[in-house]
């Protein structure tokens, strides 16, 4: 199954690489890991999907615990949440075909962000399922260029996983 | 006042009580060495960095406080690896200080220069590249609290050059602040109370302790707890000296190399209680069949260790010491000895045994050594075969009087970290035991151990050949003996004169009874040389994919 893991990290250098070492030294299996900072500047927050059963999850997480950097982790998958992924495709288009390609993304309502003589550049954001149609339906066209942010992730309602939650607990 | 960044990092290490650093000089850390220079805490100048930092490993292990190490960058922290890996395999708390080339160097390849913390990313506990001179004294008070506390570890600083040489208003942290390191102490009361359930409606239960034991200061305890329910004890081979080795209710180490008595329990036992222990692979062997019938009770103050290898019953994430004692206001005494009988019948059929005739042996080395110092000796080891007939033969009776490389195993470990040892504890006896093959890996520490006055007593089991191998050659390859017998040895009596120190060879049983006596109550440092017989294998040993319950002797 998987998993969609919010890690909040100390913003220090070198905890990027210390999350990512440890994955791929366990073995562990990175889908998709998309960082930022959030509203603290002092804490990035890390959304990581991961592939794997209870077991391996569970390693993973108390494994992640360890890095002193690592403040908070919350699997948001056991709970009500929103996820995004952002993709930019750029296919073939020549100005004849532009008309159809900008009805499919009307339908995603994804949209052209750059339009050249024989290539046009969309961008779409949405859940896996909705990117994944997306970039099927654009496939016959040519996809020149494909690029995804990874997913990002956030509970539903009032609940948060933000750093202040944790010191109040 | 300001003062340089290298000047505040003496005075951190004074504030945090360190009486002594081991390190080996160089360009990037001479801030800092400078510093040094007008400090009272004691520098032990070693040959080698390994041996630095195993020094600060053996300190650390026998003195119970964080050991300091420094090395220059580059090569210096290079030669330190090893012994990091070594540190972090058996949770040993360590300070390690690097210089690094100057920040606007840092990156280009300099000279001198390598990325010694994402080498150490994956063995330390937390690592630090200082960028801002004025963070050192916090990072280095962390650095301290994160080495101690908890499951201890490794922790290293990488000091770039021009950092130490900003100047900085001193102030050390009275208190750290890291939200994402709290480690857990106090086990969880209704897990602890499931536990002393499981315990006390246990037929036939084995206590089964490792080097947590140690770390946490539980042996008190355990023994408390094994008296309490009449349980049986088997020690991991970092839990040796944990439990008294001539007790009644111990079986001897388990695994690989394990008594017969101890697997056997395991294997038929009803309930395993796992005390700061983590099911290694060199204690399980095959994991379908370790433990089949038994419930588990896991203690242990790291949480990832808990589910990792076994299915655990009642898992307790707490300091070893304080589970136990909330554990023993709660299990009731077992008076029923049907188990303890069966223990009892397993050790007199299956007693360790070697036959004492014919050419020295080993273990007869051992049984001596065990005889003469009373069990009350510290004992370093090194790696191999050796050291396996050290965990079945000497007989501790002082928790963390072992003295031993566990889980990484370091060929070269046992001279440096016997010398540290030796350092921390200067009144105690400290008599190291080591193979002819890993006392050549570090022996150039021969001359610490003179210019440091240390009345360090060395045995070197010769064998003339890398004997841990040559018994798997043997076994996993029709003894085709490849690469392990020495073609040439240095004389280590001799080599023992130009180092100005005492020298035996000791060849037979009558020698070993005659001499082994008056070497060891030699003041000074004394290395005794046991041509010992080649042929000797560490028996009983389990096949590679067996069942710990199914050791053969070879
Ligand atoms: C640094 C290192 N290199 C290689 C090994 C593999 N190894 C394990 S035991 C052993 C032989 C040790 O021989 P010796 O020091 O003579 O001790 P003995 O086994 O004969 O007691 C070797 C080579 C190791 N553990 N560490």
Redesign the pocket.
């Known amino acids: 199954m998987r998993h969609t893991l919010a890690v909040m990290v100390e913003n220090n250098p070198g905890v990027l690489a210390r999350v990512a070492g440890l994955f791929s030294r366990r073995g562990y299996n990175i889908d998709s890991l998309a960082v930022g900072r959030t509203e603290n500047p002092e804490v990035s927050r890390m959304t990581i999907v991961v592939e794997g059963d209870q077991r391996v999850l569970e390693q993973v997480t108390k494994q992640l615990h360890k890095l002193v950097d690592v403040i908070k982790i919350s699997d948001v998958t056991t709970e009500r949440y929103v996820d995004r992924e952002l993709v930019m495709i750029k296919v073939s288009a020549t100005p004849s075909q532009r008309g159809e390609i900008m009805q499919i993304a009307d339908i995603f309502r994804a949209r052209i962000v750059d339009l050249g003589a024989k290539s046009i550049t969309l961008e779409c954001t949405g859940n896996d399922g909705k990117i994944n149609a997306f970039e099927e339906s654009l496939r016959s066209y040519g996809i020149k260029e494909l690029v995804r942010t990874g997913k990002i992730a956030m509970l539903r309602g009032i609940r948060y996983t933000g750093v202040q939650a944790q010191e109040s607990e | 006042m300001e003062i340089t960044a290298a000047e505040a990092l003496v005075k951190c290490l004074e504030k945090e009580q360190v009486e002594v650093i081991f390190g080996y000089p160089g360009g990037a850390i001479l801030p800092v060495y400078d510093a040094f220079f007008h400090s009272t805490i004691k520098h032990v100048l070693v040959r080698h960095e390994q041996g630095a930092v195993h020094a600060a490993d053996g300190y650390a292990r026998a003195t119970g406080r964080v050991g300091v190490c420094v090395a220059t960058s580059g090569p210096g922290a290079t030669n330190l690896v ?1 012994g990091i890996a070594n540190a972090y395999m058996d949770s040993v708390p360590l300070v390690v200080f690097t210089g690094q080339v100057p920040t606007s160097q840092v990156g280009t390849d300099s000279f001198q220069e390598v990325d010694i913390t994402g080498i150490t990313m994956p063995i330390t506990k937390h690592n630090y590249l200082v960028k801002d001179a004025s963070q050192l004294p916090r990072i280095i008070k962390s650095a301290f609290h994160i080495a101690s506390t908890g499951r201890p570890g490794p922790v290293l600083i990488d000091l770039p050059k021009d950092v130490a040489q900003t100047m900085i208003k001193f102030q050390y942290p009275r208190t750290v602040q890291l939200r994402g390191y709290k480690p857990n102490y106090k086990g969880h009361p209704n897990k602890i109370v499931e536990a002393a359930r499981l315990i006390t409606r246990a037929q036939r239960p084995v206590i089964y302790a490792g080097g947590g034991i140690l770390n946490g200061g539980a042996s008190e305890e355990l023994l408390a707890l094994a008296e309490a329910i009449n349980a049986p004890v088997t020690n991991t081979f970092m839990g040796l000296s944990s439990f008294p080795g001539d007790h009644p209710l111990f079986l001897g180490m388990l695994g690989l190399h394990g008594t017969r008595a101890a697997n056997l329990a395991v294997t038929n036992c009803d309930l395993l209680i796992a005390l700061g222990a983590r099911f290694d692979d060199r204690v399980t062997g095959k994991l379908a069949e370790f433990a089949p019938q038994a419930g588990v009770v896991h203690v242990d103050i790291d949480p990832a260790e808990i589910g990792k290898n076994v299915q655990v019953h009642v898992p307790i994430v707490g300091d070893v010491k304080l589970v136990l004692k909330e554990l023993l206001a709660r299990v009731e005494k077992r008076n029923d000895t049907s188990w303890l009988d069966q223990i009892q019948a397993w050790k007199e059929q299956y007693p360790l045994h070697y036959d004492p005739e014919g050419k020295l042996k ?1 273990q007869y080395v051992i049984e001596k050594l065990n005889e003469i110092t009373g069990g009350n000796a510290m004992v370093a080891t ?6 396996m007939w050290v965990a079945q033969y000497y007989r501790f009776k002082r928790p963390g009087s072992l003295i031993s490389s566990g889980g990484l ?4 470990f046992g001279l440096p970290a016997a010398m540290g040892a030796q350092v921390g504890m200067p009144e105690q006896q400290v008599v190291l035991v ?6 050549q ?1 570090t022996m150039q520490e021969l001359a610490t151990v003179v210019e440091q006055e240390l009345p360090l007593k060395m045995i070197i ?1 010769n ?1 003339h ?5 040559r018994q798997l050659q043997q076994l996993y390859c029709d003894s085709r003996y490849m690469a392990v017998n020495f073609k040439f040895l240095p004389d280590f009596e001799v080599l023992a004169k130009a180092y100005g120190i005492k020298g035996y060879t000791l060849r037979t049983n009558e020698e070993v009874d005659k001499l082994l006596p008056e070497a060891l109550a030699q003041p000074g440092a004394v290395l005794i040389n046991c041509i010992v017989d080649a042929d000797e294998n560490v028996n009983p040993t389990v096949m590679a994919g067996k069942s710990i319950s199914e050791a053969i002797d070879c």
């Open positions: 090893t080993p090194d790696v191999g075969q050796h050291q195993g370091t060929m070269g080591v193979g002819d093959g890993g006392f890996m089991m064998n050949t890398l004997g841990m191998v």
